[in-house]
């Protein structure tokens, strides 16, 4: 079965702040897709970016960065200069492959950005 | 407008009533799927629609809830006698292709339910 953790329920930063939210994912595919998503007071889900399983070079987009390790099977998001305008709940999210669909969902992160 | 909508956007339900909650998809894309979101929760996944066809419906949680997406645009989750439990946000999302593992999924704003 493949599963997604989120250790961090909630995190409390001051503006400016680098942030680091952790994912740790269980799969038995060999081909999977590892997605974070964010989620502000509206309610919509946002895409941020997606990685696959053969991917395992790290990103970084302006503000934000990741990074896929395969090995500790984490995939972890830094967010570096926070603004209070990145609060919202963040989602890491992963499906397998071979024609599995569905995302499955970690608990989510609760960041909020002090001014 | 170019995203997902969903209807309505808050809806009130007395335990025991039906209700029907609509998706409306971004115009072409092939995949829809639909996710129950308990509060304080990540969403978890209920059904999955290949045009109109209904290729997965592991989710679903109960013969109560039922989905279709009768001309392969837009669908319509219903959930039969109502229960406390069902009071959630069930979200809808799409993707363009039908290799939807892989690819970005779409969700819109959900649909609030309460059940009293």
């Known amino acids: 079965a493949q599963k997604v953790t989120q250790a961090q329920t909630e995190i409390s930063v001051v503006e400016k702040e680098d942030v680091t939210l952790d994912c740790v994912y269980e799969?038995?595919?060999?081909?999977?897709?590892l997605f974070w998503y964010k989620q502000p007071p509206s309610g919509e889900l946002v895409f941020l970016i997606r990685?696959?399983?053969?991917?395992?070079q790290n990103e970084i987009s302006g503000r934000y960065s990741w990074n896929f390790q395969k090995s500790t099977s984490s995939f972890n998001f830094t967010i570096t200069a926070s603004q209070v305008v990145d609060s919202a709940v963040y989602f890491c999210?992963?499906?397998?492959?071979?024609?599995?669909?569905?995302?499955?969902f970690g608990q989510g992160t609760r960041l909020t950005i002090n001014p | 407008g170019a995203g997902v909508s969903q209807s309505p956007r808050y809806k009130v339900a007395k335990r025991g009533q039906d209700v029907a909650l609509r998706c409306d998809p971004i115009?072409?894309?092939?995949?829809l799927f639909w996710y129950q979101q308990a509060l304080g929760q990540g969403p978890e996944f209920l059904t999955y629609?290949?045009?109109?066809?209904?290729?997965?419906k592991s989710g679903l949680p109960s013969d109560r809830f039922f989905a279709e997406r009768p001309e392969g645009s837009v669908s319509t989750l219903k959930i039969q006698r109502t229960q406390q439990e069902d009071s959630a946000v069930y979200l809808c999302?799409?993707?363009?292709?039908?290799?939807?593992?892989?690819?970005?999924?779409?969700f819109g704003p959900g649909t609030r339910l309460t059940v009293l």
């Open positions: 629609f290949q045009n109109e066809a209904q290729l997965d």
């Open positions: 990685r696959n399983s053969f991917d395992e």
């Open positions: 799969t038995r595919d060999t081909t999977y897709y």
């Open positions: 999210a992963l499906s397998g492959g071979q024609g599995a669909q569905k995302l499955v």
């Open positions: 999302a799409s993707s363009p292709t039908q290799l939807a593992g892989d690819n970005e999924q779409f």
């Open positions: 115009s072409g894309h092939v995949s």
